[in-house]
């Protein structure tokens, strides 16, 4: 994964966690969006490995 969307991906984690919820979208939209099928499926591994980043318990969050 290109280190430009993991920082993407991981500021819209941040500012899920803020209930910033459209700023979130619309930071991870145009990267996931850029993405050809080898880094989508990243995309995909990196949300799933993160999940709670976005919706869970922030003490389990990475």
């Known amino acids: 994964m290109r280190p430009s969307t993991l920082r993407a991906l991981k ?8 209930n910033r919820l459209t700023e979130a979208v619309l930071i991870a939209e145009p ?5 050809d ?7 995909l591994r ?14 389990e969050a990475r």
């Open 11 to 18: 500021r819209a984690a941040e500012l899920t966690g803020q």
């Open 31 to 35: 990267v996931i969006l850029a993405a």
């Open 37 to 43: 099928s080898y880094e989508g499926d990243e995309i």
């Open 46 to 59: 990196w949300f799933a490995e993160h999940v709670t980043d976005f919706a869970g318990d922030k003490k």
